[in-house]
């Protein structure tokens, strides 16, 4: 593998970009649209970065489909930051959250909202390993929850929420992190959104949080300002400091997403193409290749899959590395393999994988 050459990247985030959305910042980044400045040198109050956050909200609600009376934020402190201020803003006294803990993060968010408030775990599939989304069936809702929480992708472990439930009065919030914009669904089922932007929007440094108007109001008077969502969203992501650079770059990722991909609909099926060449040729390995996901619950982003021996697991990681496949080590507490696969993965790169997974098992099985 040549030095010059850029690889296929599975890491599971940061990670990979759209090729020509780095090729457009590289172009812009000494002289953004005439300013004759960078956008990282930029007042964080000037015309052209306000300009900049409006039309990316706006960018992003229309992918969405979401109307007007959703917001988009741009904050920092990763989506970890969001697992203790959902619960902050809208878990009061006297009240109980649900949680569906389906992974490490889903975990994180139930326990980061436990030194909060009251909460309860409406499904929890720890038992078998998180290998599973529970069947909505078995989910136990508190109808008189003041939010259900569910992660709708489990980075980790390679599950992903095919439909969500429906939880009547129940406010229904989301961490997106690892498969926001991967798919069209109605987005109205959610009150809020969060995610990280280091997997599926662009550069790790801004968390976005769509979340429906009505709600601000909710938002408790006496907490600190950084941690109220009413007090981002009165000063348009611009109460402090933005991280503007980030911000510029989900905004040039959006604009590949609606203008090169042509919307959520055409991504959505290229992901599924994609998570396809891969999910064949675990389930047509015999057995050399063990899926770690259930089948009904297998995720379109994070394929994750075993071997029949750790030193070939190791094996394999060398072997891919070395033909520009790279970041495929799984996460330490499921092991094996994990390719992350999200939007700004080309098909190309999903088949040079396959074609790999099919030579290494005809040499090793
Ligand atoms: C990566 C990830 C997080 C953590 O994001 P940070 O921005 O690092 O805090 C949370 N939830 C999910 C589902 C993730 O994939």
């Keep these: 593998m040549t030095k010059d050459k850029r690889v296929y990247n599975f890491y599971p985030g940061p990670a990979t970009l759209p090729l020509s959305v780095l090729e457009k910042a590289r172009m812009e980044l000494t002289n953004y649209r ?29 992918l969405l489909e979401l109307p007007a009376h959703y917001r988009v934020l741009f904050l920092q402190g990763g989506a970890s930051t969001q697992f203790y201020m959902v619960p902050l803003n809208f878990l009061p006294e ?16 139930f326990k980061e909202a436990a030194k909060i408030g009251r909460v309860r775990a409406a499904a929890d599939t720890k038992g078998d390993a998180y290998r599973s989304i529970p ?20 980075t980790v472990y390679g599950t992903q929420w095919r439909e969500f439930p429906c939880c009547g009065d129940i406010p229904l919030i989301c961490d997106a ?37 009505d709600l601000l109001e909710k938002v408790p008077q006496e907490l600190p300002s950084m941690l109220r969502y009413d007090i981002h969203a009165a000063k348009n992501s611009l109460y402090n400091t933005p991280s503007i650079f980030a911000i510029y770059m989900v905004n040039l990722v959006l604009n590949w997403l609606k203008d090169e991909v042509g919307g959520l609909e055409e991504m959505e099926k290229i992901n599924r193409r994609k998570a396809k060449l891969i999910y064949d040729e675990i389930d047509q390995s015999n057995g050399f290749y063990r899926g770690y996901a259930a089948a009904d619950s297998r995720s379109l982003m994070n394929v994750t899959f075993r071997l029949p021996e750790e030193e070939l697991e190791k094996k394999f990681v060398a072997a891919a590395e070395a033909r520009g496949l790279v970041g495929l080590k799984g996460y330490r507490t499921v092991g094996g393999i994990r390719a992350s696969i999200y939007n700004a993965m080309p098909i190309e790169g999903c088949d040079s994988l396959a074609e790999f997974m099919r030579e290494f098992r005809e040499e090793n099985a």
């Design 177 to 213: 992190s690892s498969d926001i914009l991967s798919r069209r669904l109605d987005f109205t089922q959610f009150v809020l959104i969060y995610a990280g932007a280091q997997k599926n929007l662009g550069p790790a440094g801004t968390t976005v949080v769509v979340i429906r108007e």
């Design 135 to 154: 069947k909505l069936e078995d989910i136990k809702l508190d109808p008189e929850a003041a939010y259900l929480h569910l992660t709708s992708n489990n």
């Design 94 to 109: 006297g009240k109980s959250a649900d949680y569906l803990v389906t992974g490490n993060f889903a975990e994180k968010a």
């Design 34 to 62: 005439g300013t004759g400045m960078s956008v990282m040198e930029m007042s964080h109050r000037s015309a052209a970065v306000e300009e900049l956050i409006t039309s990316t909200e706006k960018l992003l609600l229309e």
